[in-house]
């Protein structure tokens, strides 16, 4: 059986290690608009603790109580939002996503972002900034002929010279732990435990954004804290090392 202290320390570090990784995407990813932190959620050491003694109960040999990855919880919290003044770039006063057209082909091909820069391709197609990904109406996807007289009102309806052209489709998702990422800010949506309605209130602002809602300053405390802990679970199976070492040369002495 391995040792238990040297479980209990190797299982740390994986979980720290994991941290780390996540926390310096974040910090890569703070300038991307719309962007949200992520952070690696261990299992609660009250639940861990009732497991082990359950099964010293049972008198297991599983007994230690190693730190374990449950998942990755991502915070949905909203960013600020800045000026921009861009005719195509768009906010959301709530709490809704846009809908975009995913790459992949399939009958849930939607995907979910608070990321509203956009741009125009030559075909006319209102795409993502990012992705290049088609911008969902409620008609399907959007195609305008660009002007200068492009508006954005807060419902959503776009507006070029005057005349409504499309309007965006913002949906509301009542469970966002059921978001799953894709690439940066972009997100789809799980099989099961999704919860999507339409939003009939989106406060579409135009010529803004939403900024990431990562703080670098935390993010760098977190790292600090976490790169100090790492230290210590390396001295103590380092430590638990020397110490199995020379009991196995007291043994081998003895024999």
């Known amino acids: 059986m391995k040792d238990r202290i040297l479980r209990i320390s190797g299982a740390d570090l994986e979980v720290s290690d994991e941290r780390v990784k996540a926390l310096v995407n974040d910090m890569v990813n703070a300038k991307t608009p719309a962007y949200q932190k992520s952070e690696i959620v261990t299992r609660a050491f009250p639940i861990e603790l009732q497991s082990a003694i359950d099964r010293q109960s049972m008198r297991s040999s599983m007994g230690a109580m190693e730190p374990k990855i449950e998942g990755t919880f991502y915070s949905h919290i909203k960013g600020s939002l800045i000026k921009t003044g861009g005719k195509l770039d768009v906010a959301l006063g709530g709490d809704g996503y846009l809908v975009v057209e995913g790459s992949n082909s399939g009958m849930n091909n939607e995907m979910y972002t608070r990321d509203g820069r956009f741009t125009v391709d030559t075909q006319g197609n209102l795409l993502t900034v990012a992705g290049n990904y088609k911008v969902m109406g409620q008609n399907g996807p959007i ?12 419902e959503g309806k776009i507006m070029v010279d005057g005349e409504e052209v499309a309007i965006l489709r913002v949906v509301n998702i009542a469970n966002t732990g059921a978001l799953q990422p894709v690439t940066g800010s972009f997100y789809k949506a799980a099989p099961i435990g999704a919860e999507i309605s339409e939003d009939a209130n989106p406060q579409v602002i135009q010529g803004y954004i939403e900024t990431s809602n990562v703080s670098v300053v935390d993010q760098m405390m ?34």
């Open 143 to 154: 195609t305008l002929d660009l002007s200068e007289n492009v508006t954005i009102n807060p």
């Open 222 to 255: 977190d790292l600090i804290f976490l790169s100090k802990k790492y230290g210590l679970s390396t001295k103590v199976v380092q430590s638990r090392d020397v110490d199995l070492s020379a009991a196995l040369k007291m043994g081998e002495m003895g024999q």
